[in-house]
C-alpha cells in the first residue's frame, strides 16, 4: 500500500518560496506512478500543479509553470515541490498524491501553507 | 485548456435516496474522466476512472457513466457516509494535465 506524507514550512511570506516535500513508503517511486501535487485553498475546489513520471519528466500546471518545479529524490524515495514568488492567493492545503495517468488512487493527508508577513 | 462544469453545485437528498450528479467538459476528453470523494478535513478519495470504472475498494452503488464532453455519477441510494464533495477530473492526453470541476456538495435534506 503506497502512504505518502506531506511535510514543510506552515507559513511562507510573500515573495519568497514555499517548499514542501512528499515522503513515500510501501512502494518504490523508481518503479512507477505519476507523482504530484495538487492544492485546494481554504473553502474552494481542487486545482493540479504539476506531476513528475516515475522517468523522471515533469508536467505542470501552465497558470503557475513559470513559478514550480517538481523534482524526485530516489536515494530518499521521496519527492519536492517548490513554487516560487508566493502570494496570498497560494494560501492553501496542499497535497501529494500518486497514481497512473488516469487517477490519482493514493494521497496524502494534506498540509496547509499560508502565506503571510 | 478544458474546462469542466458540474451540475449541480449542490444536491439535497435523504439517505436511501438515488444522486445523480454531472460534469460537462468544454471539448471532448475521451474517456479520460475520473471522480473523487472529499469529506470535510479529509483528503480527496478516487472513485471512479475512465469514466466508468470503479477504483479499488469502491461500493457497487457507485457508477459512472459517459464519454466525449458528457458524464455522470451516480450513488444507487445514498448511505449516510456518502454526504461529501464530489468532483470530477479530466485528463488531456499530451502532455499529461489534470484538471478539476468545482465539485458538488451532497448534502443531507
Known amino acids: 500500500q503506497v502512504q505518502l506524507q506531506e511535510s514543510g514550512p506552515g507559513l511562507v511570506k510573500p515573495s519568497e518560496t514555499l517548499s514542501l516535500t512528499c515522503a513515500v513508503s510501501?512502494?518504490?517511486?523508481?518503479?512507477?506512478?505519476?507523482w504530484g501535487w495538487i492544492r485546494q485553498p481554504p473553502g474552494k475546489g481542487l486545482e493540479w500543479i504539476g506531476s513528475?513520471?516515475?522517468?523522471?519528466?515533469?508536467y505542470y500546471n501552465p497558470s503557475l509553470k513559470s513559478r514550480v518545479t517538481i523534482s524526485v529524490d530516489t536515494s530518499k524515495n521521496q519527492f519536492s515541490l517548490k513554487l516560487s514568488s508566493v502570494t496570498a492567493a497560494d494560501t492553501a492545503v496542499y497535497y501529494c498524491?500518486?497514481?497512473?495517468?488516469?487517477?490519482?488512487?493514493?494521497w496524502g493527508q494534506g498540509t496547509l501553507v499560508t502565506v503571510s508577513s | 485548456e478544458i474546462v469542466l462544469t458540474q451540475s449541480p453545485a449542490t444536491l439535497s437528498l435523504s439517505p436511501g435516496e438515488r444522486a445523480t450528479l454531472s460534469c460537462r467538459a468544454s471539448q471532448s476528453v475521451s474517456s479520460y474522466l475520473a471522480w473523487y470523494q472529499q469529506k470535510p478535513g479529509q483528503a480527496p478519495r478516487l472513485l471512479i476512472y475512465?469514466?466508468?470504472n470503479r477504483a479499488t475498494g469502491i461500493p457497487a452503488r457507485f457508477s459512472g457513466s459517459g464519454s466525449g464532453t458528457d458524464f455522470t455519477l451516480t450513488i444507487s441510494s445514498l448511505e449516510p457516509e456518502d454526504f461529501a464533495v464530489y468532483y470530477c477530473q479530466q485528463r488531456s492526453n499530451w502532455p499529461p494535465r489534470w484538471t478539476f470541476g468545482q465539485g458538488t456538495k451532497v448534502e443531507i435534506k
Open positions: 510501501g512502494y518504490s517511486i523508481s518503479s512507477g506512478y505519476y
Open positions: 475512465d469514466a466508468s
Open positions: 513528475i513520471y516515475h522517468s523522471g519528466s515533469t
Open positions: 498524491a500518486s497514481g497512473y495517468s488516469y487517477g490519482y488512487a493514493y
